[in-house]
T-cell receptor, first 114, second 113 residues
Framework: AQTVTQSQPEMSVQEAETVTLSCTYD???????LFWYKQPPSRQMILVIR??????QNATENRFSVNFQKAAKSFSLKISDSQLGDTAMYFC???????????FGKGTLLTVNP | DSGVTQTPKHLITATGQRVTLRCSPR?????VYWYQQSLDQGLQFLIQ???????AKGNILERFSAQQFPDLHSELNLSSLELGDSALYFC????????????FGPGTRLTVL
């Protein structure tokens, strides 16, 4: 079974600084997707960034980028120029196999301090 | 706004009761997923439908059932409710059955008293 591990339950960063959230996963599949979802206090699940396993290039979306290390099964999220609105729970998620359901990590609560 | 709608937003009910949660996927999306988010279990996949057919089951209790209708909206039925069923229930949709990207609705907060 696929598993996703986020080893940092909580992190904090100063506004305008850079922070990296860690995620590791376990799978025997060769084709899969990895995601970072953001859940602010409103509880809405918002897709931040997506990575396809067959693509070697790391995905980037504005201030958000990932470091995808397929051999190490590692998928970290870097947030540059952190903003107060980035304060949220961040979930790493895996999708693959026969039905592409999402398997989530336990989340990292990120607080951006002014 | 993801384009996925869920009703109701909040639901308060008593143990032993039955409730129905409703989800309308994004226009054009054929696949619907249901997830449960609770403090102790985190985010868990419950069940998936694709174009009216059940495609996958996760950690869904026998007291729970779901269906997807011809207009592609989906309903999650929870019966014989227990205190432990209190959670946030999300619906997500995607275009294909095997598609990476899923878009989430705002969720239904269920409180069982």
């Amino acid at each position: 079974a696929q598993t996703v591990t986020q080893s940092q339950p909580e992190m904090s960063v100063q506004e305008a600084e850079t922070v990296t959230l860690s995620c590791t996963y376990d799978t025997s599949e060769n084709n899969y997707y990895l995601f970072w979802y953001k859940q602010p206090p409103s509880r809405q699940m918002i897709l931040v960034i997506r990575q396809e396993a067959y693509k070697q290039q790391n995905a980037t979306e504005n201030r958000f980028s990932v470091n995808f290390q397929k051999a190490a099964k590692s998928f970290s999220l870097k947030i540059s120029d952190s903003q107060l609105g980035d304060t949220a729970m961040y979930f790493c998620a895996y999708s693959g196999g026969s039905n592409y359901k999402l398997t989530f990590g336990k989340g990292t609560l990120l607080t951006v301090n002014p | 706004d993801s384009g996925v709608t869920q009703t109701p937003k909040h639901l308060i009910t008593a143990t032993g009761q039955r409730v129905t949660l409703r989800c309308s996927p994004r226009s054009g999306d054929l696949s619907v997923y249901w997830y449960q988010q609770s403090l102790d279990q985190g985010l868990q996949f419950l069940i998936q439908y694709y174009n009216g057919e059940e495609r996958a089951k996760g950690n869904i209790l026998e007291r729970f059932s779901a269906q997807q209708f011809p207009d592609l909206h989906s309903e999650l039925n929870l019966s014989s409710l227990e205190l432990g069923d209190s959670a946030l229930y999300f619906c997500a949709s995607s275009v294909y059955s095997a598609s990476g990207e899923q878009f989430f609705g705002p969720g239904t907060r269920l409180t069982v008293l």
